[in-house]
């Protein structure tokens, strides 16, 4: 099944899923001798195929143009329908891809889609799993919040698979490996122009992290802590979740992970909507996932299902998070976090 693997970057920074996808359509069949793929757009990006050819590609397929300098889903879609129909042209070398997979992020959902509208052909987004048989793929993919996951097969003769972030093992980065460089056209015709960015997220992002902080209404709930003089009640009370996440980000920043939060921590202004995990929020699928203050709501849940292990600290032993959680530690998350932040300095050298 010949397979082309699309890598998303911002701003040269690729997704770390579309080496997961590498990875994926390098081994389909349970073997590495298939040719694969990559399909790399973008403004001067010839670190990222670089990067491509040391992930696994055995050739890279580059529309290289300030045209692509910004993702805008009209020149990316038209610019990837072009490249399809060029190759199914292309009969002499028959290269005409059966599956295209694409890491899931906002730009390759908004990409593969209206591509996919312009090629009559399947779209499955958010796959957990990918199996292989002959010229039949079948996707694994949760649905209601994760409460599920079903199973999907499309039909057309070419078909587009989103993968989630962290559900595929991602390849080792070989050195100074090469393969073929393939320029494609480029479509540059466009309504609309960015103008620039303004950064709503710092730190480890929550969809690429291996570790994730979270905290709940519960780091608000300090009664002991004197906020400044002059603040009024609901002043005072952000003053304490900030006290409160300050812990959460120092065991964030020691075990190299990023900080989430449950939505009672974002909608009452203790941190912004950025870091919200649950079913409102991001989806997240980290190694390990600490939950503090966090009662564990199944909106919340509906966020981390994917998550390896949790791990809770919450006051209330009946909080319905521990019966989710690998470990949990009932105590004052103003008391644990500095001791678990010492103890993980100390074994790691910090
Ligand atoms: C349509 C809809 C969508 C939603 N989407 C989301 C979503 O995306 N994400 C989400 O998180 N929620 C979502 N919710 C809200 C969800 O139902 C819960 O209200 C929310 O998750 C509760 O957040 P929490 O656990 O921080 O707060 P609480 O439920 O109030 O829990 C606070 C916890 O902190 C503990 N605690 C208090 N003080 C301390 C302390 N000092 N040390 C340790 N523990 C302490 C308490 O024992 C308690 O368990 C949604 C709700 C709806 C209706």
């Known amino acids: 099944m010949k397979t082309f693997v699309y890598i998303d970057h911002f701003k040269g920074e690729v997704q770390p899923a579309s080496w997961e996808a590498l990875g994926l359509a390098k081994n389909f069949g349970g073997s590495s001798s298939l040719t694969t793929t990559a399909i790399v757009f973008g403004s001067d990006v010839d670190a990222i195929v670089k990067d491509a050819f040391n992930y696994g590609a055995d050739e890279v397929l580059v529309a290289d143009d300030s045209a692509l300098l910004d993702f805008r889903a009209e020149t990316y879609a038209a610019t990837l329908t072009a490249l399809v129909l060029r190759q199914a042209q292309d009969t002499a070398s028959s290269l005409s891809p059966s599956l295209i997979l694409f890491p899931t992020t906002t730009r390759t959902r908004e990409l593969s889609a209206m591509s996919a509208v312009d090629l009559n052909c399947g779209v499955v987004t958010d796959a957990t799993a990918v199996e292989v048989n002959g010229d039949s793929v079948m996707v694994t993919r949760p649905i209601y919040e994760a409460k ?21 093992p991602k390849p080792e980065k070989g050195s100074g490996k090469s393969g073929t460089i393939t320029k494609v056209d480029t479509k540059t015709d466009a309504l609309t122009t960015v103008e620039g960015y303004s950064v709503a997220e710092v730190g480890v992002s929550l969809n690429d992290a291996g570790i994730i902080v979270s905290g709940g209404r519960g780091v608000s709930n300090n009664p002991s802590l004197q906020p400044p003089a002059g603040l009024d009640d609901k002043q005072s009370e952000i003053w304490r979740a900030q006290q409160g996440f300050k812990l959460v980000g120092e065991l964030a920043s020691t075990l190299g992970g990023a900080i989430g939060a449950s939505r009672a921590a974002v909608d009452a202004g203790y941190i912004p909507y950025s870091n919200q995990v649950g079913q409102t929020g991001k989806v997240v699928a980290p190694d390990v996932y600490i939950a503090c203050g966090i009662s564990g709501a199944i909106q919340h849940l509906a966020g981390i299902r994917s998550a390896k292990m949790v791990i809770a600290i919450n006051k209330d032993a009946d909080a319905p998070i521990f019966k ?20 993980f300095k100390k074994k790691l050298g910090k």
């Open 324 to 343: 989710v959680a690998r470990y949990g530690v009932v105590g004052d998350l103003f008391v644990i976090l500095p001791a678990l932040n010492e103890a």
């Open 148 to 168: 599920l996951f079903e199973k999907v097969t499309c039909s057309s003769a070419l078909q587009f698979i989103t993968l989630r972030g962290r559900a595929f």
